[in-house]
T-cell receptor, first 110, second 116 residues
Framework: GQQLNQSPQSMFIQEGEDVSMNCTSSSIFNTWLWYKQEPGEGPVLLIALYKAGELTSNGRLTAQFGITRKDSFLNISASIPSDVGIYFCAGDNYGQNFVFGPGTRLSVLP | GAVVSQHPSWVICKSGTSVKIECRSLDFQATTMFWYRQFPKQSLMLMATSNEGSKATYEQGVEKDKFLINHASLTLSTLTVTSAHPEDSSFYIC????????????FGPGTRLTVT
């Protein structure tokens, strides 16, 4: 079946730094979603992207839907300690095929 | 909007007993709900897809007689872990799709099951 790859698998950054992570697939998706999961909680939807090339922001978060429809990236600007967590990407095709990525674990050092 | 709740948030049970976990969409109707399990430091693993009023579809390797799923209404799905064993200890998370927004899934807060 379809699989997603996320990179990096984990990252340690200093507070205040910008963060960039991406998600790639061997096949296309019509919707890209980014979630954040904190320890002991379920994933929370951060950003949803619906069109190739779309760039969407949510506060300090910015995500883009790749032109090829096979990738997406998420940027976090000026990281803060509460940004710590696992960031998952997910792809979907009109509600018929939802695929979850393996996650990028983010640690923010004060 | 798009809030999903789970109950209980954590449960400890003895080996051989059954445990029921509820998943509710609080402010929207969900024709489809999903059940995942997650082991420490790993991604979510889809167990089954639950459609309101019909039988659940289980992923390969997931025993349908062990993990009973019932989706009785547009706002409630339940997962029952029957004859639980220590290896069933995990974090179980449900998600729901809104009838209005089929390409987004909203996740519950999860249920931590510990089988002793």
């Amino acid at each position: 079946g379809q699989q997603l790859n996320q990179s990096p698998q984990s990252m340690f950054i200093q507070e205040g730094e910008d963060v960039s992570m991406n998600c790639t697939s061997s096949s296309i998706f019509n919707t890209w979603l980014w979630y954040k999961q904190e320890p002991g909680e379920g994933p929370v939807l951060l950003i949803a992207l619906y069109k190739a090339g779309e760039l969407t922001s949510n506060g300090r978060l910015t995500a883009q839907f790749g032109i090829t429809r096979k990738d997406s990236f998420l940027n976090i600007s000026a990281s803060i300690p509460s940004d710590v967590g696992i960031y998952f990407c997910a792809g979907d095709n009109y509600g018929q095929n939802f695929v979850f990525g393996p996650g990028t674990r983010l640690s923010v050092l004060p | 909007g798009a809030v999903v709740s789970q109950h209980p948030s954590w449960v400890i049970c003895k080996s051989g007993t059954s445990v029921k976990i509820e998943c509710r969409s609080l402010d929207f109707q969900a024709t489809t709900m999903f059940w995942y399990r997650q082991f420490p430091k790993q991604s979510l693993m889809l167990m089954a897809t639950s459609n309101e009023g019909s039988k659940a579809t289980y992923e390969q390797g997931v025993e349908k007689d062990k993990f009973l799923i019932n989706h009785a209404s547009l706002t409630l799905s339940t997962l029952t872990v029957t004859s639980a064993h220590p290896e069933d200890s995990s974090f179980y998370i449900c998600s729901a799709k809104s009838v209005d927004r089929a390409d987004e899934q909203y996740f519950g807060p999860g249920t931590r099951l510990t089988v002793t």
